[in-house]
């Protein structure tokens, strides 16, 4: 998906002193690669990376001075993407601005120096840029205009003041707060024609600045939103294309061939093929389509394809559920677990959402809750938080029509609700959420949907938030357990499942004479 904006291209009406060519002619002539087999080397140009500076370079306002101050270039691993970003920081360095302030930023501080150091070293390998600048230890100076080029770094960065020339910030989504973004974003007014050039693969945090500057530029390049000082550039694959076929792979990669070898991204999908954890890996760097997680956990196709009607009737049906109750912005969950004859299981879930921040929780999460509920996937309570009233009673009612054996509960967050629905004559387990308790029954469900023994209606809601699981490991032991606090979005429903899970297996191990006391909880 290649959602270049549209260009001033260069033609052989282009002059002399064209902005445009001579931003091309200063990359080719003056910078070098600094690595790899091609070090040392003058750095030639491909044919979208002239097109793209060309624009950046060469377009002007009606006083002269550049048209885009924001530029957005989106593009996966392997493209030259650093080193670009240090040619956009040295020819800001060489503009003549007056002490001009260019700074490479990033999220921590290797990745800040990484562009500078690329930088440091086509200094060295240019007589022409040798003669002009200083290198120091922390900075490049050009001395006749008082001008620097430094490296930051969120984690370092302390103060204000900056006034700031051009700005590269090297793969944005890696940052994990937006002070130093909106610090240098905001500094930067003083300038004539300052370069803000983000720099970036793709990530999974929709609540980054990266998901929000990266859907701006893509706003901007479908005409929604109008923009004359924002140059988007974004290379990736459609979310919806086939990441395994190497068609796919073209869409994303300008360079594939080049500098982005073929064979090389065939060793990396047959990695992310044989080990679901590294697609989203693969996804992200070679192809720069978002993700709902960091690390895959469950595939997605593996669930839809559990997608059916219910094979059986469920009344009166012997089923164990788990019970996540929300905080302040989480969904209520209860989610029944019911054993069917043949060694699979169906899923019925529930979910319960306050109503006054129902809208705000539309706007924040960018999710259709208000269709949801209007769909009937999840029930709307009064009041600005969840009605554990209203969740005791329809819990009850699913126990009139279930024969519902146990239900799993987190014993740190519901001892009142635990004790009502215990006063109701239902059988409630606390269930703790440590690797002890979560991983058993973790690792059943990924079993579960990778063997087609989990089935479900398809809800929505359920295979969102299954989509959004994160999972802690506990690398030393194997352990795993869903991660609220890496997941970037809800995923009680699946917590809800895990408890479900653990209770039954509970339940399945010490029916056993032979079988340990207790399982899982």
């Known amino acids: 998906m290649n959602k270049q904006a549209k260009r001033t291209k260069k033609t052989a009406a282009c002059s002399a002193d064209c902005p445009g060519c001579l931003a091309i002619r200063f990359f080719e002539k003056h910078l070098t690669h600094v690595k790899g087999p091609l070090g040392g080397k003058p750095l030639l140009l491909q044919p979208w990376q002239k097109q793209w500076l060309h624009s950046l370079y060469g377009t002007l306002k009606p006083d002269g001075t550049r048209q885009y101050r924001t530029t957005l270039l989106a593009i996966p691993r392997g493209n030259a ?3 670009t970003a240090a040619g956009i920081a040295l020819k800001g360095l060489m503009e003549g601005e007056p002490g001009g302030e260019n700074y490479s930023c990033a999220a921590d501080r290797e990745q800040a120096r ?3 150091e690329i930088a440091s070293g086509m200094v060295q390998q240019s007589p022409f840029l040798s003669r002009h600048l200083k290198l120091y230890r922390n900075a490049i100076v050009r001395p006749a205009t008082h001008s620097t080029y430094k490296a930051l770094s969120a984690e370092a960065f ?3 003041g900056l006034n700031p020339h051009v700005v590269v910030f090297d793969e944005l989504h890696a940052q994990k707060s937006r002070e130093l973004h909106d610090v240098m974003a905001t500094a930067m007014g003083k300038r004539s024609q300052p370069i803000m050039a983000y720099l970036t693969t793709a990530g999974f945090d929709r609540k980054s600045v990266c998901w929000e500057v990266w859907k701006y530029a893509e706003a901007v390049a479908a005409g929604t939103i109008k923009d004359a000082t924002f140059l988007p550039a974004v290379y990736a694959a459609p979310p919806d294309a086939d990441w ?8 994303a990669n300008p360079n594939l061939g080049v500098s982005v070898r073929v064979d090389f991204l065939r060793q990396e999908c047959q990695k992310a093929v044989e080990l679901p954890a590294y697609e989203n890996t693969f996804r992200q760097l070679y192809l720069n389509q978002w993700t709902e997680q960091d690390t895959r956990w469950l595939r997605m196709d593996h669930w839809a394809a559990g997608s059916m009607e219910c094979p059986v009737s469920l009344e009166g049906r012997e089923c164990w559920a788990g019970l996540d109750l929300a905080t302040t912005f989480d969904t209520t969950a209860f989610v ?4 069917l004859d043949d060694g699979k299981y169906w899923v019925e879930p529930h979910f319960w959402i306050p109503s006054e921040n129902l809208q705000q929780r539309v706007r924040r999460d960018k999710v259709p809750y208000d269709a949801w509920a209007r769909q009937g996937l999840l029930t709307v309570t009064d009041g600005n938080v969840t009605d554990f009233d209203r969740v005791r009673a329809d819990i009850n009612a ?3 029509k279930y024969n519902i054996r146990q239900i799993a509960i987190d014993r740190w967050n519901a001892t009142q609700l ?3 629905l215990q006063g109701d004559g239902l059988s409630v387990i606390g269930f703790g959420q440590g690797y002890g308790s979560m991983s058993g029954p973790s690792k059943q469900l990924e079993a579960m949907v990778v063997g087609g023994k989990l089935l479900h209606d398809g809800n929505p809601v359920l295979a969102w938030q299954a989509g959004n699981v994160a999972i802690q490991q506990d690398t030393s032991a194997g352990n795993i357990k869903p991660s609220k606090a890496r997941s970037t979005e809800r995923i009680d429903g699946i917590v809800s499942l ?3 899970i653990g209770v039954y297996a509970s339940q399945e191990i010490t029916s056993d004479p032979e079988a340990p006391e207790i399982f899982f909880l």
């Open 244 to 251: 395994k076929d190497e068609k796919t792979w073209a869409i």
């Open 418 to 420: 635990a004790n009502q």
């Open 114 to 116: 990484l562009v500078w």
């Open 336 to 339: 029944l677990l019911f054993p």
């Open 158 to 160: 302390t103060k204000h």
């Open 498 to 500: 895990v408890m479900a």
């Open 398 to 400: 699913l126990a009139q």
């Open 81 to 83: 993407k650093s080193t």
